[in-house]
């Protein structure tokens, strides 16, 4: 029994080891730049141990991908269940990404790379099933503000993506200068801007309307 634990513990700080290395090279060199070969050396196995856990360097970023994505997408639920009032989810929104930022920088990076990569760059994943997402989420908390009269001077995905802007200036800007901070206090004040300048008016000055139509 003890012998068993053991070798069972030895291959999943192996498989560990495969990951954070992983990580720690996407996150500086990129998808692109990092080699198998790099990511071996870092964990400290050979190459077949690397292909017993995963099936490529996809696989790799997958794997590294989806549980930061995961954790990104349980903080933006809990941020809209607990507010009904547009302002209030914005706001949790702004903090829960900005604080997700402060804890995950690496799997931020990882983040940013598959949304600005080009097309036909990076990791051969479908790249918009994991772009939208956010994307949907924010757009029906807008849509929900432009019903309640909440919110005017746009539809509903044009001042989801307007938002996304502003929030990814911010993340970036923090992804290549850690020693920024970015506090709650941040994330309140961009949400007070966005929302300010397109709180409802009987007659708004403009009305922004997408470029973008998502099927």
Do not use: W
Request: with cysteine.
């Amino acid at each position: 029994m003890e012998q068993h634990f053991s070798e069972e513990r030895e291959v999943n700080e192996a498989e560990i080891r495969l990951l954070e290395s992983a990580l720690n090279l996407f996150s500086e060199k990129g998808y692109e730049g990092t080699s198998i070969r790099e990511i071996i050396e870092g964990a400290g196995v050979t190459r077949p141990v690397l292909y017993y856990y995963f099936t490529n360097k996809e696989d790799l970023f997958r794997r590294l991908l989806e549980p930061a994505l995961a954790e990104y997408t349980k903080a933006l639920l809990s941020a809209r269940e607990h507010y009904s009032e547009v302002i209030g989810r914005l706001k949790a929104v702004a903090r829960a990404t900005f604080a997700f930022a402060e804890r995950n920088p690496q799997a931020v990076r990882l983040i940013l790379q598959l949304y600005f990569s080009p097309p036909k760059c990076g990791p051969k994943l479908d790249k918009s099933i994991y772009r939208l997402r956010r994307f949907r989420f924010l757009e029906e908390i807008m849509q929900d503000g432009l019903d309640r009269a909440e919110l005017a001077g746009g539809d509903a995905q044009s001042l989801a993506l307007t938002l996304i802007g502003m929030m990814d200036t911010f993340v970036t800007s923090k992804s290549y200068l850690p020693n920024t901070h970015l506090s709650s206090e941040a994330a309140e004040g961009l949400i007070d801007l966005f929302y300010y300048g397109a709180c409802y008016k009987e007659n708004p000055p403009s009305v922004l309307v997408s470029p973008f139509r998502y099927v």
